[in-house]
């Protein structure tokens, strides 16, 4: 075995197990999260704009 093909070994392993950890359900929870707090920054900064606009 070369070692180039253990690294190659090495790094498909750490990816494997890496992505193995992760759950659907708690990617889903991250994305709601996300939408919720993107929605929420849009909406404030255009009832700000609204609030605080200089005629």
């Known amino acids: 075995m ?3 093909d253990v690294k ?3 790094i498909g392993g750490t990816i494997c197990g890496v992505l193995a950890s992760f759950s659907v359900g ?4 991250s994305a709601l999260t996300a939408l919720v707090g993107t ?12 609030v605080f606009r200089k005629k």
């Open 2 to 4: 070369r070692w180039s």
């Open 39 to 50: 929605l929420a920054s849009f909406l404030l900064s255009r009832w700000l704009n609204r």
């Open 26 to 29: 708690g990617l889903l929870d």
């Open 8 to 10: 190659l070994s090495t």
